[in-house]
């Protein structure tokens, strides 16, 4: 299990490796996933249980996509909190994750664990003010996965954290039960035939004025963004965006490149990948290739 925790960090951080906001200037560079961890808050000592932390050297353990370093914009808030299924930056401003990464593998497509059994919590790991259970009631937003509970089916920890606050953010109820349920199952399906997937996704916020829910001003995000990346039989990846409301977005309409996907968040995904894989993989926007 900690090898599989270390290789979905390493896979998370090396998809976001020199991750970068459009217009700020950059901060000096996370070489290493345990620098990340200590440089992604003050408050670091206080953090439960319920974060995970490895302590194994990646020179030892190589992944398909290595990990080398990130870079994160001045002023944008960015708290990573590593959890057994799934890594998170967190946003202290917005009260919503950056974005959330994680691996998929066949294995892990399947399980017991419901998620009847399951509530919606408060992440005591991170400062107040934070998103609560009650700043989405009677807001009209559903409280939105970016981490499936369906991909969590293995293990119960893993499903009770995917139940986080801070892998949630404030979604269309429509988006959510339809076309970002639908994406969700299809990279199950994906995950199933080709072994193993990574996926990355998180909110846009390109409103001017954004709407903010909840006494705790939950930002509402605009849209959504999803990249998934394969490396077997073949490299591929593959971008979506949706925005952030119930008109029909089927899944197969919203594809984009990975280009496409990183001008609109300012992130620099694959950096790690050999530049002639990384250019062909982030300009593949033909869904055929899956």
Known sequence: MKRQLFLTALLAFALLASCRRTNTQPSDEISTFSQAQQSSGADRSHESYRSHETHESHETQQSPIDLTKQRVGR???????TRKAYVTSYNKQTRCPNWVAWTLTKAHTYGSIQRENE???????VATPRATFQDFYNSRYDRGHMCPAGDNKWDEEAMTQSFLLTNICPQNHGLNKEDWNDLEMQCRTWARRYGEITIVCGPLFEDENPRQIGRNHITV????FKVVCRM??????????FKNNGSSQPWRQQVVSIDDVEKRTGFDFFHTLPDDVENTVEAMDDIEEW
């Open 119 to 125: 509530r919606f919590e408060e992440d005591t790991d």
């Open 75 to 81: 002023g944008v808030s960015d708290r990573i909190l």
């Open 221 to 224: 995000p605009s849209g959504f």
């Open 232 to 241: 077997k039989p073949k490299p591929a990846a593959v971008g979506f965006i």
